[in-house]
């Protein structure tokens, strides 16, 4: 599987899906803290019109702070149409950048969690491919201290159940891969729609993690 198609693919498919959003939901809150949709759009389209100097820049102005950073970034590109971002989205959807030291995994699951982060909210479904969920929640469950918290995954097992994949050891949690996908990276909305002797535990994590 050629990771770099798959997210060519699946921006085309996300810019189909948010084609033709009404205003308000544009204006509705995402699942990714303080963003609505339309700045998760402008979040997404920064990486294929933003330069690393331009970020450099812009860590400068928020003291080092990467998550400051982005968020700037991705409020100062919302001021453009949603509609145009799309745009961009699809006219763009073949670029090959990666974060620094980061393969086409990074992208991927970028797209696929802040997809999620919009598509739920809007009730919008959508079968995304096995293979990409499947590749996305190996990185993400990978990567302790990265997107994931370290040591919030610690003494579990995840277990999706539509489709084939496992990951740690301990007590279960249980669900879809989507919803595996965002409460593995910290979407509280996910916890509903998961269970398991494990369920508790990631909970609690999530909730001191908010505080």
Known sequence: MDLFEE???ERRALADLLTGLAPEEQA??????EWTVHEVVGHLVVPLEVGLAKF??????????????NARLAREWAQRPCEELLGVLRQRADSRFTP??????APLTDLLVHGLDVRWPLG?????????LRATLDFVAGAPGGIVPRGSLDGLRFEANDLDWVAGE?????????????????????????????LATLRGRLSAGRS
Do not use: H, W, Y
């Not at 450099?56 to 950073?69: I, Q």
């Not at 919008?124 to 990409?132: F, L, S, Y």
């Not at 989507?178 to 494990?198: K, Q």
């Open 56 to 69: 450099a820049l812009e860590m400068v102005r928020s003291r080092g702070s990467f998550d400051r950073a």
């Open 170 to 198: 301990g007590a279960v949690v249980r669900g879809s891969a989507e919803a595996l996908l965002l409460g593995l990276t910290g979407r509280s909305a996910a916890l509903d729609r998961l269970d398991g002797e494990g």
């Open 28 to 33: 509705t809150p995402s699942l990714c803290a």
């Open 100 to 105: 620094p030291g980061m393969g086409p995994e």
């Open 7 to 9: 997210i060519a693919d």
């Open 124 to 132: 919008i479904d959508r079968e995304v491919p096995a293979g990409r």
